[in-house]
T-cell receptor, first 112, second 114 residues
Framework: DAKTTQPPSMDCAEGRAANLPCNHS???????VYWYRQIHSQGPQYIIH???NNETNEMASLIITEDRKSSTLILPHATLRDTAVYYC?????????????FGTGTRLQVTL | KAGVTQTPRYLIKTRGQQVTLSCSPI?????VSWYQQTPGQGLQFLFE???????NKGNFPGRFSGRQFSNSRSEMNVSTLELGDSALYLC?????????????FGPGTRLTVT
């Protein structure tokens, strides 16, 4: 699976958009980009995933660059409950594996 | 729908003992994966079971084993516990196996080895 690079930490004011970047410059054509987050002392939570088109769901938006070498997770109106570690994961589309390889993630701190 | 449940939530064991952790997936989910989380190594994949068969395995010693029952419930076992096995053990379930299925994690079992 391709390696990902994320900033170790970011701050965001409550109510503002949180934009979390992820670099995956070695991604191959059949690898998906997944985002999970882990709120302190809880299990990770799925947020969103995509291949090459931008995706949006009730939690967030995922913007993938045209060359697919990087992506940005956008939380449109961050709240204190969004304070968590956010993991960007690339996953090969084998169809037979559900293995997630977590990196060190970005610790997002949402403040008043 | 009930989420993934893990029992017990906390456990203290002595070096050299063995331990069994249990995971009940979301109803209808057939794939169960196990992960270990430590401050030093982060979240690491242990293994995945689908339809009672191990489909994928991480880079852990043979002391770590698991199984899945016909109702999709899963157990993992660690034999001859070492101090370094102290960790949060997380179980995740998904509808099926494969990249396109998001995983739903349980709250974890915190194991302390003394």
């Amino acid at each position: 699976d391709a390696k990902t690079t994320q900033p170790p930490s970011m701050d965001c004011a409550e109510g503002r958009a949180a934009n979390l970047p992820c670099n995956h410059s070695t991604i191959s054509g059949n690898e998906y980009v997944y985002w999970y987050r882990q709120i302190h002392s809880q299990g990770p939570q799925y947020i969103i995933h995509g291949l090459k088109n931008n995706e949006t769901n009730e939690m967030a938006s995922l913007i993938i660059t045209e060359d697919r070498k990087s992506s940005t997770l956008i939380l449109p109106h961050a709240t204190l409950r969004d304070t968590a570690v956010y993991y960007c994961i690339v996953l090969i589309a084998t169809g037979t594996a559900s293995k997630l390889t977590f990196g060190t993630g970005t610790r997002l701190q949402v403040t008043l | 729908k009930a989420g993934v449940t893990q029992t017990p939530r906390y456990l203290i064991k002595t070096r050299g003992q063995q331990v069994t952790l249990s995971c009940s997936p979301i109803s209808g989910h057939r794939s169960v994966s196990w992960y270990q989380q430590t401050p030093g190594q982060g979240l690491q994949f242990l293994f995945e079971y689908f339809s009672e068969t191990q489909r994928n395995k991480g880079n852990f010693p043979g002391r770590f084993s698991g199984r899945q029952f016909s109702n999709s419930r899963s157990e993992m076992n660690v034999s001859t516990l070492e101090l370094g096995d102290s960790a949060l053990y997380l179980c995740a379930s998904s509808q099926s196996t494969g990249f396109s299925y998001e995983q739903y994690f349980g709250p974890g079992t915190r194991l302390t080895v003394t």
